[in-house]
């Protein structure tokens, strides 16, 4: 990737707290002008990573280059650039939605029309001060005052937890017009379909070190998954050895299955026959598309976390 198409550009980064290592040796490229989705479990090392990036963080080893800039050092030259929205804080308790709006736009030189932004995030017909709007109008709020600088660059910290479906879709069209307009998006987000509507670019870390990364289509692939119920703990082996090659099978929570690959008539044969030899009916039998969050849960694992 050429470097003037690089926003991001993350190598060897560490970051450790005492004895906790957040990040150890975390490499990956954000590309500019499209919407890069950083994901993984809780404490994977996405919000240490974007606050390296933002510049609130040093990093112990390694290098963070936003536009070829180091965000600490050069933060008063990356300021009218980058766009912050923080899970909290940053936003005067005592202040309504609109004057805080009007107050950040006042200090850019070319902001967005405030009076579209309220419109577009619902803000009109919240008369509350900060300190007393419900979670989803603060969210708004806050992924308002991200953009309202008309930033070349923008970090979505989980931008549309707390609202409503109708919200959470005004706010998807106004992340999706930021990339028609150039901006990059970087967002980290629990909600995989968030990610996979949204997302060009997919990176996915565990324990602080990247999983994978890649286009989201890519990473989807386009394979098929088979889904059925049956008795729990079946033996899957002999299931295995039916399969066209490249396919997989498992079994997560006890007794929902599913077949990974290219779903087609030797794959429904192959089930099948192993059920008939089990002396087992498979139920609820459904097929689809290989999800986002099927290539996370793969990846980062199905089991609970502390």
């Known amino acids: 990737m050429a470097r003037a198409e690089v926003a991001v550009e993350i190598t060897d980064l560490a970051v450790s707290y005492g004895s906790t290592h ?6 990956f490229e954000v ?24 510049g ?28 912050v929205m923080l899970q909290d804080g940053g936003i005067y308790s005592s202040i309504r939605a609109v004057p805080m709006l009007r107050h950040l736009a006042s200090f850019y030189a070319n902001p967005l ?19 007393r709007m419900s979670g989803g109008e603060k969210q708004r709020l806050a992924l ?8 070349d660059l923008v970090f979505l910290d989980e931008p549309s937890a707390g609202m409503d479906p109708q919200t959470r879709l005004a706010a998807w069209d106004l992340v999706e017009q930021l990339r028609a307009d150039g901006v990059t998006v970087v967002l980290t987000t629990h ?10 670019q997919v990176v996915i870390i565990d324990h602080g070190r990247l999983v994978t990364s890649g286009p989201t289509g890519e990473l989807v692939g386009g394979g098929g998954v088979l889904s059925f119920t049956a008795s729990e703990g079946l033996d ?11 396919a997989v099978v498992l079994e997560g929570p006890p007794g929902h299955y599913r077949v990974e690959g290219e779903v087609g008539p030797q794959v429904l044969s192959a089930v099948g026959s192993w059920a008939d030899a089990l002396g087992v009916s498979p139920r609820d039998i459904s097929t689809g598309r290989r999800s986002l969050e099927d290539v996370f849960l793969d990846l980062t694992g199905r089991e609970l976390r502390s």
Not at 22 to 27: Q, T, Y
Not at 39 to 52: R, S
Not at 57 to 71: A, E, I, K, Q, Y
């Open 22 to 27: 957040a990040l150890g040796g975390l490499s």
């Open 31 to 54: 590309p500019a002008g499209q919407i890069t989705a950083l994901l993984g479990p809780n404490g994977a090392g996405k919000t240490t990573t974007i606050e390296v990036c933002e």
């Open 56 to 83: 609130y963080l040093s990093p112990d080893s390694g290098s963070v280059r936003v536009w070829g800039l180091d965000p600490v050092r050069d933060c008063a030259a990356l300021r009218p650039r980058v766009g």
């Open 113 to 131: 029309d405030v009076d579209d932004l309220v419109a577009r995030l619902g803000l009109g017909g919240v008369r509350a001060t900060y300190r």
């Open 144 to 151: 308002a005052c991200a953009v309202v600088g008309r930033p």
């Open 191 to 200: 909600l995989i379909d968030e990610a996979e509507r949204l997302a060009d």
């Open 236 to 246: 899957l082996v002999p299931l295995r050895t039916r399969l066209p090659a490249g």
